[in-house]
């Protein structure tokens, strides 16, 4: 008995044929309460709409409204070295280092004179190239300064279309990442990347760098510098032919069969070295190994 009892308050309960309830509630109750959802819930998106369509009026295509302020860029080396930051390879086996060859001469394409002379300008050296909005009025599309590849001499694999790495003497390309509106160089003090040996750690308090296997380096262009001219830099968007400059090392007498730890770094008056904080920035590091043996 008691168990029908049971039963017959649950069919109630789900539908109340004295009542007309269901679930507890009348029809009229359950709509006023889908009505309070519905209502509800396009509110939420309008004020979600609203909000969106007004951030969005605030933003400039042209220019990123929030940026991190990094205030030193990264550094990156071509040819791309691996995880590991390594360029190894043997002169006696082309297979080893004929991939780091073809990875310039992809890199370098966008750089070919002729295609630089069809993008972009030549500019005033040794100055920053301004091209700045007038209020509202947006000095756009914007210029972009010829970088062509034969600045890079004895690296732009024009001549040497091995870049040195058959005869153990590569060269290795840094770009800085682009930082929009940065200004390098006060007083028109261009900055300049230098490489040197990386110290490293080779025991708990002990340290290392292979100052005396890397030997004589050349730079391309002269000095290793960044033309002010190529800053600053306005966006993707608002800069659409934009080359970022280049500096060729080429290492001419690097000690073989030793991994040998470089480190290769940006100079400027006005941009500090990597802090606590971007320990990496405006530095990179990479180990090169050009082995000689010939089995
Ligand atoms: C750039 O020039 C080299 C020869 O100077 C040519 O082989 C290569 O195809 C060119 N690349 C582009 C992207 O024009
Ligand atoms: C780049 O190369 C082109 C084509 O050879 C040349 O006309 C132009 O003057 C060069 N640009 C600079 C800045 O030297
Ligand atoms: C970008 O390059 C194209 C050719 O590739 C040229 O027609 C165009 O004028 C250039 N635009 C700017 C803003 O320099
Ligand atoms: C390179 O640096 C040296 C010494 O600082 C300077 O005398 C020379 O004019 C520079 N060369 C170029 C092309 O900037
Ligand atoms: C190359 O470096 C070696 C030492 O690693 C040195 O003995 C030699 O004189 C250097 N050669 C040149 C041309 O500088």
Redesign the pocket.
Known sequence: MAKDGEKGEWKEFIWNPRTREFLGRTASSWGLIILFYIVFYIFLAGLFALTMYVMLQTLDDHKPTWQDRLSTPGMVIRPKADETFEIVYNIHDTESWDMYAQALDKFLGPYNNSAQAQKNDECVPDKHFLQEDSGDVKNNPKRSCQFNRTFLEECSGINDRYYGYHEGKPCIIIKLNRVIGMLPGKDGQAPFVTCGAKRYRVGKDEWREDS??I??LMYFPPNGTFNLMYYPYYGKKAQVNYSQPLVAVKF??V?TNQDVNIECKINANNIPLGNERDKFAGRVSFKLRINTNTN
């Open positions: 005396e296997k030997g004589e001419l007498n000690t």
